[in-house]
């Protein structure tokens, strides 16, 4: 088993160090997707069934889609 690190910025982003981006043969544009279990994240490259399940719940999610909710969590 290999490890690589990575270091969250101020807006919680991280860059997918090269080794892991070979392995899962990602490039610029892809879709990730996390696993979670208990004390777990699983990083995998997202398949379609992943895209199709999150843009069929697009159109609940807009209860949260005001400009001041944009504002209030523009730091998360």
Partial sequence: MSVSTS?????YQATIPEPVRNHLHLHAG?????????DRVILR???PV???FAQSLEGT???WASDADEEAYSEL
């Fill in 30 to 38: 892809d879709a990730i997707a996390f696993d979670i279990k208990n």
């Fill in 45 to 47: 490259k997202s398949v």
């Fill in 7 to 11: 270091k969250l910025t101020k807006k």
């Fill in 50 to 52: 992943d895209l199709a």
């Fill in 61 to 63: 999610l807009n209860e």
